[in-house]
C-alpha cells in the first residue's frame, strides 16, 4: 500500500508531539479557538495538516480538549462517553474506504467530564451519551493536532443556534482553560454546498458569497464586533449561500463565549480556501 499524506504527516510530526511540553499548573491560560475542519479530506491535504499541526506546537499540549462541533446539534446539553478507546462517529459519506478505518484511540477523559459538569449551571443538567464518541468535527482535525491520540477529549453538544445562549455556554466552560483544557469550537468559516464538480476538484476557486461572507467575518473579528457577529443571518454577504444551515458558524459563539474577552484581539491562524470554502481559524486569549 503506498504512503498517504497522513502517513508521512505523522512521519514528522509524531517526534515533535512526543517532546511536546505539557500544560503544568501555574502555566498561562490555553486559548479559545475556532477552527474549520472542513471534511475527512483535511487529512490528505498536507498544507492543512501542517497548519493545524503547528497551531497545536504554538501552546503547551493540553491537559485534555473540549471540542463544541457543528455536527452534533442536541439538547439537552450532552457529552461524549468519556471511556478510553470510544469507537469514532463516521459521519461523513462518499469517501474511500480507508477513511472509514481510521482510529484515534484517546485516553479515559473522566476527570474532564466531571470538570465539565461541573461548570454547567445549577438549573441544566449534563446528560453523557455513553454510545457516542468522536465524530469527524472533532477526531479529523485533533488526528492533525496531536497525532498520538494521547490528550483525553470530548465533544459537548451544540443545543441550540442563538448565538446569546452559545456565548453562554461558552462563558461557563471558560474556567477551564484557566486549568490547562483547551476549548474549541469547530465548524467551517463557509460552508455552503459546492458543486459536485468543486468536491470532486482539489483547486476549486471560492465565488463570490465565500469570499464576500469570508471578509465579512474577518473584519468584525478584528473589530471585535460580536453583536455584527450576532446578526449573521440578516447581515453578513453571501448569505444564505455561505450557510444554508448554520450550524458550521455558529460553534464560533462557543469560543467566543470561552473568551476571557469576546470583543478582545483576534489571531488568525488559518486562512485560504478548501473546495471552494474558507478555511479561517482563529483564537483568542
Given at each position: ?9 505523522e ?6 508531539s512526543?517532546?511536546q ?8 491560560p490555553?486559548p ?18 501542517s497548519?493545524l499541526?503547528?497551531w497545536a ?10 471540542v463544541?462541533?457543528?455536527?452534533w446539534?442536541n439538547?439537552?446539553t450532552s ?10 462517529v ?5 469517501f474511500?474506504?480507508?477513511?472509514y478505518?481510521?482510529i484515534?484511540?484517546t ?6 467530564g466531571?470538570?465539565?459538569a461541573?461548570?454547567m449551571p445549577?438549573?441544566e443538567s449534563?446528560h453523557?451519551d455513553?454510545n457516542r464518541?468522536l ?5 479529523v482535525?485533533l ?6 491520540a494521547?490528550?483525553?477529549?470530548l465533544q ?5 443556534h442563538?448565538?446569546?445562549r452559545?456565548?453562554d ?8 482553560r484557566q ?5 474549541i ?8 454546498m459546492?458543486s459536485?464538480?468543486l ?5 476549486a476557486q471560492p465565488?463570490s ?31 444564505p449561500?455561505?450557510?444554508p444551515t ?5 460553534p464560533l459563539?462557543i469560543t ?5 474577552d ?8 488559518v486562512?485560504?480556501y478548501?473546495i ?5 481559524s482563529?483564537?483568542?486569549?
Amino acid at each position: 500500500m503506498s504512503m498517504t499524506v497522513l502517513d508521512r504527516h505523522e512521519i514528522s510530526s509524531v517526534p515533535r508531539s512526543a517532546a511536546q511540553p505539557r500544560w503544568q499548573d501555574g502555566d498561562a491560560p490555553l486559548p479559545s479557538i475556532y477552527l474549520s475542519h472542513g471534511y475527512p479530506g483535511l487529512l490528505d491535504d498536507a498544507l492543512w495538516l501542517s497548519e493545524l499541526f503547528e497551531w497545536a506546537m504554538t501552546m503547551p499540549k493540553p491537559r485534555g480538549v473540549v471540542v463544541v462541533s457543528a455536527h452534533w446539534e442536541n439538547a439537552p446539553t450532552s457529552i461524549t462517553s468519556p471511556t478510553a478507546n470510544t469507537p469514532l462517529v463516521y459521519d461523513f459519506g462518499g469517501f474511500e474506504q480507508r477513511f472509514y478505518e481510521l482510529i484515534y484511540p484517546t485516553p479515559d477523559a473522566s476527570t474532564l467530564g466531571a470538570r465539565i459538569a461541573a461548570m454547567m449551571p445549577d438549573s441544566e443538567s449534563l446528560h453523557v451519551d455513553h454510545n457516542r464518541g468522536l465524530d469527524h468535527g472533532a477526531w479529523v482535525p485533533l488526528r492533525a493536532m496531536y497525532p498520538l491520540a494521547d490528550v483525553p477529549a470530548l465533544q459537548v453538544s451544540m443545543p441550540t443556534h442563538s448565538p446569546e445562549r452559545l456565548m453562554d455556554l461558552g462563558r461557563h466552560l471558560r474556567q477551564l482553560r484557566q486549568e490547562g483544557y483547551l476549548v474549541i469550537g469547530s465548524g467551517f468559516m463557509t460552508h455552503g454546498m459546492p458543486s459536485r464538480q468543486l468536491l470532486l476538484g482539489t483547486t476549486a476557486q471560492p465565488e463570490s458569497w465565500s469570499v464576500d461572507f469570508d471578509s465579512w467575518a474577518a473584519q468584525l473579528l478584528a473589530d471585535g464586533d460580536v453583536a455584527g457577529l450576532s446578526r449573521f443571518r440578516t447581515d453578513a454577504p453571501g448569505m444564505p449561500h455561505a450557510h444554508p444551515t448554520v450550524e458550521h458558524f455558529t460553534p464560533l459563539f462557543i469560543t467566543l463565549g470561552a473568551a476571557d474577552d469576546p470583543e478582545g484581539p483576534v489571531k488568525t491562524t488559518v486562512e485560504g480556501y478548501k473546495i471552494g470554502l474558507s478555511k479561517r481559524s482563529f483564537q483568542l486569549a
